[in-house]
Nanobody, 122 residues
Framework: QVQLVESGGGLVQPGGSLRLSCAASGSILSITLMGWYRQAPGKEREMVATIANSGGSTNYADSVKGRFTISRDNAKNTVYLQMNRLKPEDTAVYYC???????????????WGQGTLVTVSS
């Protein structure tokens, strides 16, 4: 019904950059919050960054502040994560998340992408 499809993961050397994209598709009326989460091996999933629809306010994990930038294109229902100065500890599966409004009557739905692997290694 509603899908999030991520792209842009891969292998990068420490200090390098990657840009993740996540496109939402389906019978979507609107999207409120969009965000990126990550899960490293043996660890719990954690929030990386979120961005609101209204005003575009953003929130970042302390570990990525100043290095990662989240943005969104509402016309394309797409959220991006620009990751700079990557470190080995950024290695994880990155998941896209969105809270969408669907249906009649209108209801909200939280959706997750399938995940994309980011590996930071020399």
């Amino acid at each position: 019904q509603v899908q999030l499809v991520e792209s842009g993961g891969g292998l990068v050397q420490p200090g390098g950059s990657l840009r993740l994209s996540c496109a939402a598709s389906g019978s979507i009326l609107s999207i409120t919050l969009m965000g990126w989460y990550r899960q490293a091996p043996g660890k719990e999933r954690e929030m990386v960054a979120t961005i609101a629809n209204s005003g575009g306010s953003t929130n970042y994990a302390d570990s990525v502040k100043g290095r990662f930038t989240i943005s969104r294109d509402n016309a394309k229902n797409t959220v991006y994560l620009q990751m700079n100065r990557l470190k080995p500890e950024d290695t994880a599966v990155y998941y896209c998340n969105a809270v969408v409004f669907i249906g009649i009557p209108v209801r909200s739905l939280e959706v997750w992408g399938q995940g994309t692997l980011v590996t930071v290694s020399s």
